[in-house]
């Protein structure tokens, strides 16, 4: 048969394969010669692949691990995996406490030989994906968000489906804009976002799809609302107040909100967000009937906020000086996420709402401050 004619099949075959029999990476390289980057000739596709005990025992990296999130889940998944199946890597140089806690490793994202090198040495076979600029600071940085979110994210994507990883990248409230609806936010609906963050999450989430169809790629990838820490500091997003404000209630009892009163957005209690990553990850595939879900808990505005922290600290004094760029950020996200794909499909649930994250905030950070005041 002609070579054209033999092309041709393959690269049918290939579009019309369905998700669960699709095409391995290897077999796609050698049959139609297109790789997402050169994988050496003869590489092999049962090599590569994940078996059985490697996915009940993950060796488990972490890109972008020092920042809001990352060493949260190192500590989750090295409590379940062990403390030496879990790689935290970073660019920035790491506290000495989270230096000692597990292995760290230098990666940037951003240079491909130095991820295959982590992945290969390694034996990796989780990969989540965590580095990136988020929304405030990615406006503020176009190019580089766009070098950081978007090529270094088909880095990451090509190392994932060359070597049969299990592919974790977190979405966002800000993979939707201004033309989504608002309240609520489903599952699948119109997304175009107005931020460079935004644009290069939806990106992601297309792309990760496509991997998995196109490359039986296992994909997994869950939109995170605003989420609340109490001994992380966020990276520089729109939701980053609701972080704020009990560090300021505790420090000096006021604080002074970027965002109007009324804005109401989606948010989530860190340990809500890093168990559902583990939860997604560890669901049987057939469970899976997407590959991106939006996962919810609460929903609240500035004020509301305000008002609950005031029942711990009542003489606290907010005052609003509204930041225009994160202002129209957030009237352009969603107020409510609809999660009922993730509840009904892997069991998704959560376990704090606004009263128990204020109470369990101030557990963390603020019993020692009341105590200051009282006396
Ligand atoms: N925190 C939230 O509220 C939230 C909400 C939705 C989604 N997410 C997503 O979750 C992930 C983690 O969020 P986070 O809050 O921990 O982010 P963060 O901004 O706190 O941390 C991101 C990390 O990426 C690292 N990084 C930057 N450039 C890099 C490079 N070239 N190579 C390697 N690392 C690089 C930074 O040093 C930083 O430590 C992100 O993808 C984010 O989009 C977070
Ligand atoms: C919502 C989320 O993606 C991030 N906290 C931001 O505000 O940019």
Redesign the pocket.
């Known amino acids: 048969m002609p070579v054209v004619r033999v092309l041709s099949k393959v690269v049918k075959q290939a579009l019309l394969a369905p998700a669960c029999g699709c095409q391995p990476l290897a077999v796609a390289v050698r049959n139609i010669s297109f790789s997402p980057r050169q994988v050496t000739s003869g590489s092999d596709a049962s090599f590569h692949s994940v078996s059985f005990s490697e996915t009940a025992h993950p060796k488990v990296l972490i890109?972008?691990?020092?920042?809001?999130?990352?060493v949260g889940l190192a500590k989750l998944l090295r409590k379940r995996f062990g403390k030496n199946n879990v790689i935290l890597?970073?660019?920035?140089k790491p506290p000495s406490n989270v230096f000692h806690s597990g292995p760290f490793i230098y990666?940037?994202?951003?240079d491909y030989k130095n991820l295959r090198e982590i992945v290969v040495n390694n034996r990796i076979t989780w990969l989540v994906?965590?580095?990136?600029?988020?929304s405030a600071?990615g406006e503020a940085n176009v190019p580089l968000a766009r070098a950081?979110n978007i090529t270094?994210l088909h880095n990451i994507l090509d190392i994932a489906a060359e070597h049969g990883l299990r592919l974790f990248?977190?979405?966002?409230?800000?993979a939707f804009g201004p033309t989504s609806p608002r309240n609520p936010t489903p599952d699948l609906c119109v997304q175009r976002p107005r931020t460079i963050?935004g644009v290069s999450?939806v990106h992601a989430e297309l792309m990760g799809e496509y991997y998995h169809h196109r490359y039986g790629l296992d994909f997994r990838c869950l939109?995170?609302?605003?989420?609340i820490s109490a001994d992380s500091?966020?990276?520089?997003?729109t939701?980053d107040y609701a972080v704020q404000i009990f560090h300021d209630a505790v420090k000096s009892g006021k604080f002074e909100c970027n965002l109007k009163p009324d804005t109401q957005l989606p948010m989530m209690y860190i340990d809500d967000c890093l168990r559902a990553t583990l939860e997604v990850m560890e669901a049987p595939a057939e469970t899976l009937s997407m590959r991106t879900y939006n996962i919810n808990a609460m929903s609240f505005t500035p004020e509301e906020l305000a008002v609950e922290v005031q029942k711990q600290l009542p003489d606290l004094q907010v005052t609003y000086n509204i930041d225009h760029v994160r202002q129209a950020i957030a009237d352009s996200w969603p107020m409510n996420f609809d999660d009922i794909n993730a509840r009904n499909d892997w069991g998704w649930k959560h376990d704090y709402d606004l009263p128990e994250l204020v109470q369990t905030m101030f557990n963390f950070i603020g019993s020692d401050s009341r105590i200051a005041q009282a006396s």
């Open positions: 890109t972008g691990g020092l920042g809001q999130l990352g890597s970073d660019i920035r990666s940037d994202i951003l994906h965590y580095s990136a600029l988020l600071v950081v270094g990248v977190p979405s966002t409230i800000g963050y999450k939109r995170y609302p605003g989420i500091q966020p990276g520089g997003g939701t």
